[in-house]
């Protein structure tokens, strides 16, 4: 009942509500449950918000919460004005639905990332991420191609995590030898 009566109410109904709720939400006691509140009463782009749920993600990460982390990018993602900013954050939200289980939402947030401007290295990452998220929601054609791209990518920014995606190329290479 609660859910049919939140989403049957207007959209500017649920901002004023939300903005009401965020209003009384000590943010020093619960400062997660304030930032998604005032994001839920943005009624468009706005940084500040974006960035109070970004640190909300890291508050999620550090106790272990990955599908909190998760929620708190992916929102911040939708409240980014600024597109090489949005596409930084859509890298880190797909990281984190990735992590939390959704490889179907990392592949829109992925969309996301694409449009960009990123910087090389987290193109690399990106690569990386879609042969994480292929690996997890279609057939793994294609993958060890992505991970070989994905580990050349990252060499020059982070070449232990490089070594270790080439040896999961190959891997993967050997799963779907003959195929």
Known sequence: ?????????????????????????????????????RAEA??????????????????????GGLAAEAAFLERAVSLTPDRGRRAARAVAAA????????????????????????RPA????????EARALLLTQSQDGVPKRLLRA????????PALSREIYLQAIEEAMLHAGR
């Open 151 to 158: 580990a050349r990518g990252l060499a020059p920014f982070e």
């Open 122 to 129: 987290d193109l690399a990452h990106l690569e990386l991420l």
């Open 95 to 118: 990281t984190a639905k990735l992590a939390a289980g959704a490889p179907g939402k990392a592949g829109k947030l992925i969309q996301i990332a694409r449009q960009g401007p990123l």
């Open 1 to 37: 009942v609660r859910s049919a009566v939140y989403h049957g109410a207007p959209g500017e109904d649920r901002r004023v509500v939300h903005r009401t709720l965020a209003e009384v939400t000590d943010p020093q006691a619960d400062p997660d449950r304030r930032a998604w509140h």
């Open 42 to 63: 943005a009624a468009g782009a706005d940084e500040e918000i974006a960035a109070d749920l970004e640190r909300s993600a890291e508050r999620a990460h550090e106790r």
